[in-house]
């Protein structure tokens, strides 16, 4: 019965963009779960047609979609929720608009302020029951089925079949397509010599049976690399990446002293080589669930030593963190930071860490500022920073006067640049 719905439903990528209007409200799910020859044919379409434009909301666009193109602006809107290098240029160009907010928000917001018309995903093939999975992205996926007016997906084999809160069955599905193409893969990162100091001091402070966040890039993969020697460590995290499947693969995780989904790794999306989507397809020890459960402090909270470790741009002598924005120059979004800061602030043990290299621009500028630079958006605030990490030490800011603060930042700021940090801390009647 389910083959022959299958095939009913089936068609290709052109015929589904021809279902979707002018003026529609469309949106996917993060990352990967993009639909790339949906979107690439909606976009052809829309060059042909006049009549109000179709929006396009999603959460880190990692392919070189149609609605960055600058031939359909006025045609084609999309808004990022969460930028990367694509989504970035094309705000910088006023070919895009961004959306604000705690990822931990995204499901909610569907619905309560944005009436959606379409929502298009790439998933895995169908099971024999009829079900397909969202693969690498849990997230938003299922807020979206349940309020879109339409549902297309893309079916992919190269799309891993996850677990958890993970599925939809042909039968909710309105049209879909086939479309075999490698998905978007990081490039392995290479770890430099300032993200291992980092990562070694951070890993330094996680116990055995420790619950980990941990993000992708150079900083988060050196403090997996450190963290091989650990034992019974867990996993509760918003990106699953080439770090945690190293980390299981050698047995430093294990999750048997969680105290939260014990034995399993929990994540909301997945993105990295392909070793990671590899490693994910069917596989019962990691499930995927919505991004508001899994980012929700509260839930967070309910791992004991609980640790996160985050990534950020630069913080001023009060403990402000800037993470999305260099000055008034978009950057990339607000994300899940301060949901696990927050969470591991309020778990039994837990810890939490805002990491960064102390310069930037080949040494001429310090990410460590008397105040941010001029327009830059505060992502996580004083009151929520736990510790500041960069390669020479670890500032400790929680339970800190604003002096002592000060401080602590200015001690692990380059050399170079502590003289002058003094100076102005000084004249802010910090120091």
């Known amino acids: 019965m389910e083959q022959a719905?299958?095939?009913?439903?089936?068609?290709?990528?052109?015929?589904?963009?021809?279902?979707?209007?002018?003026?529609?409200?469309?949106?996917?799910?993060?990352?990967?779960?993009?639909p790339a020859a949906i979107t690439a044919a909606l976009g052809a379409r829309l060059r042909t047609l006049d009549g109000p434009a179709v929006t396009h909301h999603q959460t880190m666009p990692v392919y070189p979609s149609a609605f960055f193109d600058e031939a359909l602006a006025g045609r084609y809107t999309a808004v990022s929720w969460f930028s990367t290098g694509y989504a970035r240029e094309a705000f910088a160009r006023g070919l895009a608009d961004v959306m604000p907010g705690y990822y931990r928000d995204v499901p909610a917001l569907y619905g309560e302020e944005i009436n959606l018309d379409v929502f298009y995903a790439a998933v895995s093939p169908m099971d024999r029951h009829g079900y397909f999975s969202f693969g690498t992205t849990g997230a938003e996926c299922q807020a979206l089925a349940r309020k879109a007016k339409q549902i297309f997906l893309e079916?992919?084999?190269?799309?891993?079949?996850?677990?958890?809160?993970?599925?939809?069955?042909?039968?909710?599905?309105?049209?879909?397509?086939?479309?075999?193409?490698?998905?978007?893969?990081?490039?392995?990162?290479?770890?430099?010599?300032?993200?291992?100091?980092?990562?070694?001091?951070?890993?330094?402070?996680?116990?055995?049976?420790?619950?980990?966040?941990?993000?992708?890039?150079?900083?988060?993969?050196?403090?997996?690399?450190?963290?091989r020697e650990k034992r019974d460590l867990?996993?509760?995290?918003?990106?699953?990446?080439?770090?945690?499947?190293?980390?299981?693969?050698?047995?430093?995780?294990?999750?048997?002293?969680?105290?939260?989904?014990?034995?399993?790794?929990?994540?909301?999306?997945?993105?990295?080589?392909?070793?990671?989507?590899?490693?994910?397809?069917?596989?019962?020890?990691?499930?995927?669930?919505?991004?508001?459960?899994?980012?929700?402090?509260?839930?967070?909270?309910?791992?004991?030593?609980?640790?996160?470790?985050?990534?950020?741009?630069?913080?001023?002598?009060?403990?402000?963190?800037?993470?999305?924005s260099i000055g008034t120059r978009h950057f990339s979004g607000t994300g899940g930071q301060v949901d696990f800061v927050r969470g591991a602030r309020e778990s039994k043990g837990g810890r939490s860490f805002i990491a960064m290299p102390s310069t930037a621009k080949g040494g001429t500028v310090s990410r460590i500022k008397p105040v941010l630079t001029a327009g830059a958006i505060v992502t996580t605030s004083k009151n929520d920073v736990d510790a500041v990490v960069t390669e020479y030490g670890i500032a400790r800011l929680r339970g800190r006067t604003a002096k002592q603060r000060a401080t602590a930042l200015i001690a692990i700021a380059h050399p170079a640049f502590r003289e002058e940090l003094t100076y102005e801390a000084k004249q802010m009647n910090l120091m």
């Open 5 to 34: 719905l299958y095939q009913e439903k089936l068609c290709t990528a052109a015929e589904i963009a021809e279902q979707i209007e002018s003026g529609s409200v469309c949106a996917c799910g993060t990352c990967l779960s993009e």
């Open 155 to 227: 079916v992919n084999p190269h799309m891993p079949r996850t677990f958890g809160d993970q599925q939809i069955h042909l039968s909710k599905v309105t049209a879909l397509c086939e479309n075999d193409a490698p998905l978007a893969a990081a490039p392995p990162v290479q770890i430099d010599p300032v993200s291992e100091k980092i990562g070694a001091l951070i890993a330094g402070e996680i116990p055995d049976g420790a619950t980990l966040q941990l993000g992708i890039g150079a900083i988060p993969a050196a403090v997996g690399l450190c963290l």
């Open 234 to 324: 867990g996993i509760h995290t918003e990106l699953f990446s080439d770090s945690m499947v190293e980390l299981i693969e050698c047995g430093a995780v294990t999750n048997d002293r969680k105290t939260l989904h014990r034995g399993k790794s929990i994540a909301t999306l997945a993105y990295g080589t392909q070793r990671v989507y590899d490693f994910l397809h069917e596989n019962v020890g990691v499930e995927f669930y919505p991004v508001n459960y899994v980012n929700d402090p509260h839930v967070i909270a309910k791992n004991d030593c609980f640790v996160s470790v985050n990534a950020c741009l630069e913080v001023d002598l009060w403990g402000q963190v800037a993470s999305e």
